[in-house]
């Protein structure tokens, strides 16, 4: 592969909707590397000493060919960054993630993040961190992490917050966007200007499956920073797993079926209720009876013009709404030979 200063002027995009002209200088180099970047600065706000505070930037390659994230550094002690899936290849998501050091550090505090690409050019892309980290409000541990529970599996942590400045000071409420959480706030001790509170936080049975990551919001009585971020970290493993999560038809000619089977597994018996999908041209064969393991026929049938597909398929059961299982399946219409000689 050839450098950026020795390139042709141009190369296609992955998405295949347009061809971008890459300019053989520097900052044309810079500006592919960029556009893979929604994000490039991240506010963490005003964040209690010891909490867990992190944030994900993530890095999606819009290209054909892989891109390699050779490393990232920072400017500043105050955050570490260090990167998630390194090799990405067409329409894959990596991610920059920067850790604000909130046990080691207090005040206002900013870093500059500089994410180096090896592949398939090199270039360099340059990210933001700030926030405000106040001393008086400590969380311990710093924050609430569920780790891997099974999916309708209850689970409970706590954590105490401590504060220490002047008396009066309370939590006033803990709020949440997240149905699947609920918190209970008890005041342990109070003591002139030295307040501590167990904040108990529970997931709900209702969980769905796959990875959470949210914040629960402490408000206060504090004028100036009423509101603290706690994070919530857990990984609900699913009750249904269904194999393969993708099911791929390839070109099927106008009138042709093509079939395929899924297998849904289950840590207990269950029965399929049913099977949906949006687009037309799929049937579903299920079995009627209860078991731990079962197999879906999945049928295609091209219709119409000459297209692609993608089919998200879920499976339905008796144990509950929320115990489904996903996959996606893609397909092609193929071009008939009137549509191809146009």
């Not at 180099?29 to 556009?35: G, L, P, S, T, Y």
């Not at 955050?79 to 920059?96: H, I």
């Not at 000619?253 to 041209?281: A, D, N, S």
Request: with cysteine.
């Amino acid at each position: 592969m050839t450098r950026p200063s020795e390139c042709p002027s141009v190369r296609r995009l992955a998405a295949g909707i347009a061809a971008a002209c890459l300019l053989c200088t520097p900052a044309a180099a810079q500006d592919w590397a960029r556009k893979m970047f929604e994000e490039k600065d991240h506010d963490f706000g005003v964040v209690a000493r010891g909490s867990d505070t992190v944030y994900r930037f993530p890095v999606k390659n819009l290209y054909k060919e892989d891109v390699v994230l050779g490393g990232v550094r920072s400017s500043c002690g105050c955050t570490t960054p260090s990167l998630e899936n390194t090799e990405l290849k067409s329409f894959e998501v990596g991610y920059v993630v920067a850790k604000f050091n909130t046990r080691t550090f207090t005040g206002v505090h900013s870093a500059t993040l500089t994410v180096d690409i090896v592949k398939p050019y090199s270039a360099q892309v340059q990210l933001r961190v700030h926030g405000n980290i106040r001393g008086d409000v400590v969380f311990e541990p710093g924050g609430v992490d569920f780790g891997q529970i099974d999916q309708g599996s209850p689970s409970e942590k706590t954590v105490t917050v401590s504060y220490a400045g002047h008396s009066g000071w309370s939590i006033q409420d803990v709020r949440s966007t997240n149905d699947h959480l609920e918190a209970e706030l008890v005041e342990r001790s109070r003591n002139g200007g030295r307040v501590i509170y167990d904040l108990v936080v529970r997931l709900r049975d209702t969980a769905p499956a796959g990875v959470m990551r949210t914040p629960l919001v402490l408000v206060t009585s504090d004028a100036a920073n009423p509101r603290i971020p706690l994070d919530v970290v857990a990984e609900v493993r699913p009750e249904l797993t269904v194999s393969p999560d993708t099911l791929v038809f390839g070109d099927v000619e106008p009138g042709q079926t093509v079939t395929k089977r899924l297998l849904v597994r289950g840590k207990r018996p269950f029965t399929i209720t049913g099977v949906r999908c949006e687009k037309p041209g799929f049937e579903f064969d299920a079995p009627e009876t209860a078991d731990t393991k079962q197999l879906v026929t999945v049928k295609f049938t091209a219709e119409g013009d000459a297209r692609r597909i993608k089919a998200p398929i879920t499976v339905t059961t008796d144990l509950g709404e929320t115990f489904t299982a996903e996959c996606t399946a893609y397909a092609a219409v193929a071009p008939t030979e009137r549509t191809a000689a146009r």
